[in-house]
């Protein structure tokens, strides 16, 4: 009889632990292996290297122009750290976005077409938590320089090829999912300012603001 209550009692207080047990192992990563991770869980701080590509789409806005939306691509270099569940990362990134044409009609300046593409340098900041296996969520800042390149017709007139290199900021958020311990899934929107793009056509100073929207996904490698 005391044998039977004593098994009666080891599964009672059994069945109602073991939910406990159970989130509890959920917030532990001690007892998880690192091949089930975007990070080495068995060590609190971990140091790290990947490279990787994005693609997407931008949503470019010249002043006073109409949005068009442009293909964009970008290979990556970085580095950085994770301490527990947060981290630090630093990458430099080269963005091409492709070429675009847009048409118009201004007062000033009669029937108008302009075709516009850049090349970006980027150097980005990372802050990074790790709130789940597998999945990091981040915020994102950059600085650099972006090289643009427009070809303008006013007039009848064609101004092709001219250059100008401006100041680049941006900021931006998104998140990485990684189906495997080193190859990594990320999707992210940011914005950027290309700065002002001033040149003169047809006897009047020309400047435009040029921002940017971007979509992007892309993958990478984690060491």
């Not at 270099?77 to 301490?83: C, D, E, K, L, V």
């Not at 938590?129 to 070809?151: K, S």
């Not at 092709?160 to 958020?173: F, H, K, P, R, S």
């Not at 400047?207 to 060491?223: A, E, P, S």
């Amino acid at each position: 009889m005391k044998r039977f209550t004593l098994v009666t009692l080891t599964l009672a207080l059994a069945s109602t632990m073991s939910p406990l047990a159970l989130a509890d192992a959920t917030l532990d990563d001690s007892i998880r292996t690192t091949h089930d991770n975007a990070y080495d869980v068995s060590k609190n701080l971990e140091f790290l290297a990947y490279i990787g590509i994005r693609g997407g789409l931008n949503n470019i806005d010249i002043e006073d122009l109409s949005n068009e939306n442009v293909i964009t691509g970008s290979p990556f270099i970085g580095t950085g750290f994770r301490y527990n569940r947060w981290g630090l990362r630093g990458e430099f990134e080269a963005n091409f976005n492709d070429k675009k044409t847009w048409r118009d009609s201004a007062p000033v300046f009669g029937d108008m077409s302009l075709s516009f593409r850049s090349t970006n340098y980027i150097f980005n900041a990372y802050a990074d938590i790790y709130p789940i296996e597998n999945t990091v969520i981040y915020a994102t800042a950059g600085v650099g320089a972006a090289d643009i390149n427009v070809d303008a017709n006013f007039f009848g007139i064609k101004n092709t090829d001219q250059d100008e290199t401006n100041v680049l900021w941006q900021i931006g958020a998104g998140a990485q999912y990684y189906p495997l311990s080193h190859l990594g899934l990320e999707v992210g929107v940011r914005y950027q300012d290309l700065g002002n793009y001033t040149f003169k056509m047809a006897g009047e100073s020309v400047k435009l603001d040029v921002v940017n929207t971007q979509f992007y996904g892309g993958i990478l490698l984690r060491y």
